[in-house]
C-alpha cells in the first residue's frame, strides 16, 4: 500500500460521517480515571460512571478506598499498590464479587499519577451496545482497518487521552494494553529522547495551523521490554465546530526491518566511498612515486650524461679558438654535442608533462 493510498483511507476514515462526534472511547464502553498517591481521584470518564454507577462529581477530589470500602476486592488494591512501582503497565483480571462481574483491567503508573482503564470481562463489550451505536462502530473498524492491520489508536487532544485499539500494540510492542485509554504522557514518555522534541514540536505545529488534515512521523519508540523500535505515525486530524484539533484517528506501523535496512545501505555506501577513496589515494600515491622516480632518473641522465655532453661540446669551442687549422672541425663537433643536448632536453621535457595528465585523467576515472 503506497503512502498517498493510506493518506488517502485515512482522511476516508475521517470523513465518515456517522463518527465526528463520537470517540471511540465512548462507544466502546471502558472505563478510565487517575489517583494521586494518595488514592485522590483526579479523572473519572463517563464510561467509569456506568460500570461503577459512581458519578464524576461524587468523586472526583474524594479518596478512591473510602468511596469503595469494603466493597472492593483485596488483589485490585494490591495490584493498584505495586502498580505505582511499576514502569510499563501492569494487566490483569479480577471478580469483583459485590458487581456480580469479572473486571479486566490494565493500570500504569507515570508523574505519581496511577491511571486505571478497565471493562467487563465475562462477556463481548459490544452486546449491551444499541444497534445504531454497534452498527457505527462496525462501520468505523471497516474504515479504519483498510488503513493498517497493525496499531490502530484513536487520541483525544482535549483530553489529552489515547484509545489503543484492538491489540496491536500489545503485538506489536509487547504493552497489556487491549481497546484501553492511556494518557498522553504515557506516549510521551516511551518516545526516545533524541526524538521527543522533535516529534512534539512538529506535531503541535501541524495542529495549531487549523487546516492540515494529516499528520505523519517517524520515530523512535520504547517497547515493553525496554528496546525501541522505528515507528511511523499516521493520523487524520478532526477539528470542532470552532476550529480546533479535538481528536486524531491514526496507526503506529512498527517500520524497525525497513529501517536497519536503511541504515545498512547508508554505512555500505559509506564504507563504499571509503574505499573509493582509499584507491584513489593509492593511485595518486604510486602516481607520485613513479613522478619522483622519473625525476631521480632525469637528474642522473642530467648529470652523468648531459653534462658531459656539455663539458665535451666546450672543449671544442675553446679549442675552436686557437687550433686555426681544425678550428672547423671543432666547431662541427662541438654544434653537434649541443643539438644531441637539445634533443635530450625536448625528450625529457614530454616525459616531465605525461605524469600531470595522467594524474588528471586516473582521477576522472574514479
Known amino acids: ?55 464524576a462529581e461524587d468523586i472526583i477530589g474524594r479518596n478512591l478506598w473510602e468511596t469503595f470500602s469494603e466493597i472492593i476486592p ?47 470481562s465475562n462477556h463481548p463489550a459490544h452486546q449491551e451496545l444499541p444497534e445504531e451505536r454497534l452498527k457505527m462502530l462496525n462501520e468505523l473498524y471497516r474504515y479504519i482497518t483498510e488503513v493498517t492491520n497493525d496499531c490502530l489508536w484513536e487520541w483525544d487532544l482535549f483530553a ?9 500494540h500489545k503485538r506489536a510492542f509487547g504493552y497489556p494494553i487491549v481497546n484501553a485509554i492511556i494518557p498522553q504522557y504515557f506516549w510521551e514518555n516511551r518516545l526516545h529522547p533524541d526524538d521527543k522534541l522533535r516529534v512534539l514540536t512538529r506535531l503541535n505545529e501541524i495542529i495549531a495551523t487549523g487546516t492540515a488534515t ?43 526491518a525497513r529501517k536497519i535496512a536503511e541504515i545498512q545501505l547508508v554505512e555500505s555506501e559509506r564504507n563504499l566511498n ?18 619522483e622516480r622519473e625525476r631521480a632518473d632525469i637528474g642522473k641522465e642530467l648529470h652523468d650524461n648531459l653534462n658531459q655532453i656539455l663539458g665535451a661540446a666546450k672543449i671544442y669551442i ?10 672547423e672541425m671543432c666547431l662541427n663537433k662541438s654544434s653537434g654535442y649541443l643539438m644531441t643536448v637539445i634533443e635530450a632536453i625536448r625528450k625529457i621535457s614530454k616525459t616531465l608533462a605525461f605524469p600531470q595528465k595522467h594524474i588528471i585523467e586516473s582521477g576522472k576515472r574514479i
Open 1 to 55: 500500500m503506497t503512502i498517498s493510498l493510506q493518506t488517502r483511507k485515512i482522511e476516508r476514515a475521517g470523513r465518515y460521517k456517522g463518527y465526528p462526534d463520537k470517540p471511540i472511547s465512548e462507544i466502546i464502553p471502558n472505563g478510565f480515571f487517575v489517583v494521586d498517591q494518595k488514592w485522590i481521584v483526579k479523572n473519572w470518564n463517563r464510561a467509569a460512571e456506568n460500570l461503577l454507577a459512581v458519578k
Open 74 to 120: 483485596l488483589q485490585f488494591y494490591t495490584v493498584y499498590h505495586k502498580a505505582f512501582l511499576e514502569d510499563i503497565p501492569v494487566h490483569f483480571v479480577e471478580y469483583w464479587e459485590e458487581m456480580g462481574t469479572w473486571f479486566d483491567v490494565v493500570t500504569y503508573y507515570y508523574e505519581d499519577n496511577l491511571s486505571v482503564s478497565f471493562k467487563y
Open 160 to 168: 489529552k487521552e489515547l484509545f489503543w485499539i484492538d491489540g496491536g
Open 214 to 256: 494529516v499528520w505523519e512521523d517517524e520515530y523512535r519508540f520504547r517497547k515493553a521490554d525496554g528496546e525501541y523500535a522505528y515507528v511511523q505515525d499516521r493520523a487524520h486530524i478532526i477539528y470542532d465546530e470552532n476550529g480546533r484539533g479535538s481528536r486524531m484517528i491514526g496507526a503506529t506501523l512498527d517500520i524497525t
Open 274 to 291: 571509503r574505499e573509493r577513496l582509499s584507491m584513489q589515494k593509492e593511485i595518486t600515491d604510486a602516481v607520485l612515486n613513479a613522478q
Open 318 to 327: 675553446e679549442l675552436a679558438k686557437t687550433d686555426e687549422e681544425n678550428r
